[in-house]
Each structure stands twice: as C-alpha cells, then as structure tokens.
C-alpha cells in the first residue's frame, strides 16, 4: 500500500469526511456546526495560568466565538504573562471570586491534578460550563463523582482530551476498528525523556507550587501527567476496557527528593486477552514517544503518522533501490552469516497516512466546546470518552503503589 492506495481507500482526513455518528462531538467543527454559532459568543474564565493554561488561551483566539474575560492565578509571573495575552481580562488570585462573576459563561481549570474535583465542583454550583484538564482528577472516586454532578448540573462539561478531536487519529482508529488491518492483537505505548522534569523557581518556598507534579500530595505522576494522553489507544482501537492491570514503578535516577516515580511499566489485558503497555522513563529518551496499534496484517504507528504493512506488496526496482538506500542498506556493515541473528522485523518502510502540519486536536475541542455551550447539547460519548482515560490512568498508578493485579472496579463503570 502506497499513500495514493491509502487515500483511495480511506479518504480523505478532515472533518467533513468523517462519520459523525461515531464521533458525534465533532459535530461544532464541521462547517454546517461553526455555521450554527457564527454570531454567537462564549466568555471564558481561566483557573490555572501557567503554561497549559497559556496554551489554551492562545488556542482561543482561533475560535472565532470565544472571549478570554477573566483570569485566575495565585502566582504573579504566570499571571503577567497570561495577561499580556488577553490584556482586557479581570483578573482575580481566588477562583471562587472569578467564578462569582456574572460575565463569565464558561471556565478552563488548568490547575494541579489535585485541585480538578473541588474546582469543578464549584464551578458547576456557580452555573459555568466547564473544561478541565486531564486527568480529570485525583483518584477515581473522585473521577465518578464528578461525572455524576457534571451531568447533573445541566451544564457543558468536556475533559482535556484532545485526541477525540484529533480528525487524524480518528479516521485511522476507525479503519482499525472496521477491521480493515485484521483484529488487534497488542497495543505499545510509550514515553521516554532525558530530563529530570523540574521547573526553575525563584525561591525555596515556590517549589511545590511551580514542581507540583513531582509531589504526591498534588500529582500521580507519569500515570496521570503522560499515560493519560496513551491509555485511550487501547479502548479506542478494541472498543471495550480492560479488565485488568498490573504495573512496577522506581525512582531509579532522580533521587533528588520527589516522591513520584522517574520510571514506571504497567500492562492492562483486555477481556479478549490482548495487552496495552504503557512504559514512561525520564532519564533516556533514546526512543521517544511512540504509539502502536498492532493488528495481524499492519501496524499503525500513530506517533509519527505511519502504517506498515506485514506482507507488503512486491515494489518495482528503482522503488526497491530508494528503498534500500532511505533504510541504511548500503552502509559498512558486514555481509558476513552469523550463528545468531535477531527475528526479521517486516521489510515494509511503511506509508505516510497523516499530514505533517495537521494540528492534535486542542482548537478543534475549543470549538466543540463553544459549539456546545451555544447550542445547549452535551455531545454523546465525548464525556465518558475522557472518564473512562481518567480512570485507567489512576487504576494503572493504584496497581503500581499496591504491587497487585487490579481489577477494573465494577462501580465504576458508567
């Protein structure tokens, strides 16, 4: 399969080519959906301004509908700078004052992981339309509850999971899905980086507010901070939860008084028998980040936008030829036989099936979000899309800190 045999098959990987009724919270992005709020407007308060909450407000000035109103943060150069953004905000140093203004129609809570459910709690009380970053919050009981008064409160409630509005990840997932590359038999996903994942500050007694994520009391670590961006491949591609997960977690270089682990391996098996793996080490990033879905007759490699075929066609001879040279097989290695050689990785150097400049997601959830929130419709499934990544995040980390096989809680399922 070539990219020309891909597109002919699968189309093309925008918004409008894609089936809505398996992603019914892409709705507001399609053209005929930014044409439904053309004159409307929403006025957003952002609770939490460091760097993630700066990312969403320079996303929002995309979204034609959007209106950054006011701002929240308790320290001063993350407020500077979110103001120099949208310099016309109110700003306030206690989110429970922004959610009292009258003006503000919905929030964005960017804040540690531990301060998600009491926020979102509150804003939901306040009468705010919300969304909040993943995970969506600090332990699954948690999780549940604030899905449950979520959808209770009448409001517009989205989880930061942008790669549901991925328009790539999702034309691929459903190829997947129909069987098109032959059932799922593993998924791989991992996270590997070289650095010790501090942040600078300015003084002593700034360090839990600015390192948070190195700390228990605010953070569950590489679970809840990269996992949760992964976890959903598995779910997405089998259309089922596992049922189990077990997992190993150490500090094993960063010894410098975090409490949160630097490398963690967990593996959750599906009811069918299939494994997802999740691995995350800090202190090598050798082989980056990657995302495999692998079935019996490809590979989809949704990091880098690839898909390998198991038996590739044959391919003529100078195709073969550039081949070969792009794959290193004319270097100075020896063409000497061997008594060991390691097991043939398929010969297939694989297909582009993702544009480059496509973006991952984050404008087109705020223009969902927007959409949502005009038009007074909870999409379907988007919520419990992003609940159930929570909770797999959170059961992976709880079978880490337990050294158990866990099962998925059955009271937990919605």
Request: net charge neutral.
């Amino acid at each position: 399969m070539d990219r020309r045999e891909f597109m002919r098959r699968f189309g093309n990987l925008g918004v409008a080519s894609l089936a809505l009724s398996s992603v019914p919270w892409l709705k507001g992005c399609t053209s005929a959906g930014q044409e439904e709020i053309r004159d409307g407007r929403v006025r957003f308060g952002i609770i939490g301004a460091g760097s993630r909450g700066r990312y969403h407000m320079q996303n929002l000035k995309n979204v034609p509908q959007a209106e950054i109103v006011a701002l929240c943060d308790n320290y001063a150069p993350s407020m500077e700078a979110a103001a120099r953004i949208a310099p016309g905000a109110r700003r306030y140093e206690d989110y429970r004052s922004l959610l009292e203004d009258k003006e503000v129609d919905a929030v964005i809570i960017a804040l540690p992981l531990n301060l998600h459910y009491r926020v979102a709690l509150d804003a939901f009380s306040a009468g705010k339309n919300v969304l909040c970053e993943k995970a969506m919050a600090y332990t699954m009981e948690e999780c549940k509850d604030m899905y449950l008064r979520g959808r209770a409160s009448g409001k517009i409630f989205f989880v930061g999971q942008q790669r549901l509005f991925d328009t790539k990840y999702i034309k691929i997932m459903d190829a997947v899905r129909s069987g098109e590359f032959g059932p799922v038999v593993n998924v791989r996903n991992y996270w590997y980086r070289n650095h010790d994942w501090r942040r600078e500050v300015p003084s002593p007694e700034y360090e839990r507010h600015i390192n948070w994520r190195l700390y228990r009391e605010y953070s569950r670590g590489l679970m809840t901070e990269l996992a949760c961006h992964q976890l959903q491949n598995g779910t997405w591609a089998l259309g089922m939860l596992p049922s189990q997960v077990m997992g190993t977690g150490n500090i094993i270089y960063w010894k410098d008084g975090r409490e949160v682990f630097d490398s963690v391996s967990t593996i959750y098996t599906f009811p069918n028998g299939v494994n997802m793996t999740f691995e995350s080490v800090i202190s090598n990033k050798h082989f980056g980040m990657g995302e495999y879905i692998m079935c019996k007759d490809a590979t989809v490699d949704l990091a880098n936008g690839r898909l390998y075929m198991e038996d590739p066609k044959p391919r003529s001879g100078i195709r073969q030829l550039v081949g070969d040279i792009e794959q290193g097989i004319f270097s100075n290695s020896v063409f000497a036989g061997t008594s060991w050689s390691a097991e043939n990785a398929s010969s297939d150097p694989g297909v582009s099936i993702m544009p480059d400049a496509a973006g991952d997601g984050s404008i087109e959830m705020l223009q969902a979000f927007c959409h949502s929130i005009l038009t007074g419709r909870q999409p379907d499934h988007v919520l419990e899309e992003a609940y159930y990544g929570s909770i797999l995040c959170l059961l992976g980390d709880e079978a880490i800190l337990q050294q158990k096989t866990l099962s998925f809680p059955e009271h937990l399922k919605i």
